[in-house]
Nanobody, 116 residues
Framework: VQLVESGGGLVQAGGSLRLSCAASGTTFSINTWGWYRQAPGKQRRELVAVITSGGGSTNYADSVKGRFTISRDNAKNTMYLQMNSLKPEDTAVYYC?????????WGQGTQVTVSS
């Protein structure tokens, strides 16, 4: 499975961005899709949002609830993260993730920078 993110950039606080994650390869056995982020100076990636392959269940980090929306277009094999009301603390590299059993697949990441 190959994952390619796009849509990052520089935006002012209060603005919006939509990230995309295009998947290729054998994806029918992927259980869960998600977005993670790694902020500057932080060593670990934190979960932002996840969605099940069927799209029926989503979960969000408390810090983004009500502002971010995860979705998936199965026909296009693409996942999205709509980010509204962005804050400077949302600045990070955002990574796309796909979980197949115990195997994690990751994209290369896309930078999101929110200026105050």
């Amino acid at each position: 499975v190959q994952l390619v993110e796009s849509g990052g950039g520089l935006v002012q606080a209060g603005g919006s961005l939509r990230l995309s994650c295009a998947a290729s390869g054998t994806t029918f056995s992927i259980n869960t899709w998600g977005w993670y982020r790694q902020a500057p100076g932080k060593q670990r990636r934190e979960l932002v949002a996840v969605i099940t392959s069927g799209g029926g269940s989503t979960n969000y980090a408390d810090s983004v609830k009500g502002r971010f929306t995860i979705s998936r277009d199965n026909a296009k094999n693409t996942m999205y993260l709509q980010m509204n009301s962005l804050k400077p603390e949302d600045t990070a590299v955002y990574y796309c993730n796909a979980l197949e059993g115990w195997v994690d697949y990751w994209g290369q990441g896309t930078q999101v920078t929110v200026s105050s």
